[in-house]
């Protein structure tokens, strides 16, 4: 629903469209190519609002997804350009739209793996221990199942990773001893006792599930 400047617009109009759009950055495109994103800090560094857009430092020129990408990449992409919404290109690398974290994370959390009752276990672990199978089994002794998982580097601790996994259990006490028995480090557990209704439920569900 946020349309792409033209290289041709000036900064002004650039200026009335985020505060119509209520957003911080617009698409540049010129015909059918991403040329980058401009932002309203962009264009008071030059204080020319009749300059042309393509004119611009333009940023995020690499900021950009295919139709069929999944959610991780898309949020990822989003992550290293330090931007709040991601151009979508065809196959023939022709514009196509923009799709905004906030739409990214309100589809992601409809996902069964945030709308299913369950508990959240976060693991911290170094990188050779790591075994989603060996976790998973001891995880299904307890008549368990994974729904769903994410891992990434622990923040805290560069050598080490952390593993966050959605369980299809509310409560996780025997689970926990189970891995805490065999030498895994439980560092966060969040129990949830219904399935996920509002939009605003589901959206702080997926951000406790994506730890972050």
């Not at 709040?84 to 959390?109: H, K, P, R, W």
């Not at 990188?127 to 990434?152: M, P, V």
Request: proline share 3%.
């Amino acid at each position: 629903m946020i349309p792409p400047l033209k290289g041709s617009d000036d900064a002004h109009k650039a200026i009335v469209w985020m505060e119509e759009f209520r957003c911080n950055y617009l698409p540049v495109v010129d015909d059918g190519k991403l040329l980058g994103f401009i932002s309203e800090e962009i264009i008071l560094e030059t204080n020319d609002i009749e300059k042309n857009v393509r004119d611009f430092n333009l940023t995020g020129q690499q900021c950009f997804v295919q139709l069929d990408t999944h959610f991780y990449d898309i949020l990822k992409v989003a992550a290293e350009h330090k931007l709040q919404m991601v151009a979508v290109l065809n196959e023939d690398t022709t514009y196509f739209g923009v799709i905004t974290v906030q739409d990214t994370l309100t589809s992601f959390a409809q996902t069964a793996a945030v709308q299913m009752p369950g508990g959240i276990l976060v693991l911290s672990m170094n990188h050779i221990d790591y075994s989603l199978a060996e976790i998973s089994r001891l995880i299904e002794e307890n008549h368990a199942k994974i729904l769903s998982s994410i891992l990434k580097e622990d923040p805290l601790d560069p050598g080490k990773i952390r593993l966050t996994l959605k369980i299809n259990q509310q409560d996780l006490s025997r689970v926990v001893a189970t891995l805490e028995r065999f030498g895994y480090k439980v560092i966060g557990r969040y129990q949830d006792t219904k399935p996920v209704v509002g939009e605003k439920d589901r959206i702080d569900m997926l951000l406790r599930y994506l730890d972050i």
